[in-house]
């Protein structure tokens, strides 16, 4: 069952459930901010803080960074994170399938107001698969007559039992710029986090695993050559209006990205694509 719905703000969403899982995706943002299977704990973690409001990021879920990742090079004034997530999307497919899966497809085109915020002509489509995986391909064509770069990613808040119970495996001896001190190192071994972490690790494997306690998830890419880890710790979690004060606890960001060397040109005419699946 696919349910055009309102929140009581006027912030329009879909609700979606098949025999596989339950999912909630936002039109602002084309964000998905829930995905639950019946016998497994929710995969997306949401704050309880978040406001849901119009012309603010969900604190959760996967918000979907475009066309930069992080500050704009040029001009910090400009949304951090690009405008994607901040923009209505529109539904212009959506279909429940004979296999029991749902598929819905999320469309960005540029309007007057992105192109005071990015000069190019552009359209992103986001194909949403809800079944028993929980599958996202972004699409990114330009459809400008010049080239451009960009920096993106599904910046995905997984849900977890407790940030000291993880360990994240497949990025034994990746190098990762650690944006807290601005320099490089290479991973060792798996990582587990015990304090603030916001990384870009580079040339990563397609396949990377989050073990937790009670349960593993397993994030599979396509087109995307980087995976930024963040956790915002106690300290942080603090100062953030939309985060409970130990939010920090039970989420971890696995951030399927094309980002910092791994920005991608695209050139007039053609499409970039990142797919990822969470089983
Ligand atoms: C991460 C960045 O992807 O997102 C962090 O690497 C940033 O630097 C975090 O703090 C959250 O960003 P925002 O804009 O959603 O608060």
């Given amino acids: 069952m696919i349910q055009h719905k309102i929140l009581k703000n006027s912030f329009p969403y879909l609700e979606i459930s098949n025999q596989y899982a339950h999912a909630k995706i936002s039109l602002q943002g084309a964000h998905v901010f829930a995905y639950k299977a019946p016998d497994k704990p929710a995969l997306l973690w949401l704050s309880p803080k978040s406001t849901m409001q119009e ?8 918000p979907i960074c475009f066309p930069w990742f992080g500050r704009h090079k040029a001009d910090s004034t ?5 405008f994607a997530r901040i923009s209505l999307w529109k539904v212009v497919d959506e279909e429940e399938r004979t296999n029991g899966t749902t598929y819905i497809r999320l469309q960005l085109t540029q309007t007057a107001q992105t192109r005071k915020l990015w000069a190019y002509d552009f359209e992103v489509n986001l194909d949403v698969i809800v079944g028993e995986t929980l599958t996202l ?30 360990e994240v495996v497949g990025l034994d001896d990746t190098e990762y710029y650690d944006a807290l001190t601005n320099s490089t190192h290479r991973q060792q071994g798996n990582l587990s986090i015990h304090t603030e972490i916001d990384r870009v690790y580079q040339h990563k494997q397609a396949s990377i695993t989050l073990l937790d306690s009670d349960r593993e998830i397993s994030i599979t890419s396509e087109g995307s050559g980087s995976l930024v880890v963040w956790n915002p710790w106690k300290e942080k979690s603090i100062t953030m209006a939309d985060m409970s004060d130990d939010g920090y606890k ?6 399927t990205a094309n980002a910092r060397e791994d920005s991608r040109v695209i050139e ?12």
């Fill in 250 to 255: 039970t989420m971890l960001c696995l951030e």
């Fill in 78 to 82: 400009l949304p951090q994170h690009g």
């Fill in 137 to 166: 391909s972004m699409h990114i064509t330009n459809t400008d007559t010049k080239p451009f770069e960009v920096s993106t990613a599904l910046h995905t808040y997984l849900n977890i039992s407790d940030i000291e119970n993880v």
């Fill in 55 to 62: 012309g603010k990021a969900i604190r959760g879920g996967i």
């Fill in 268 to 279: 007039a005419g053609k499409t970039h694509s990142i797919d990822v699946i969470y089983r």
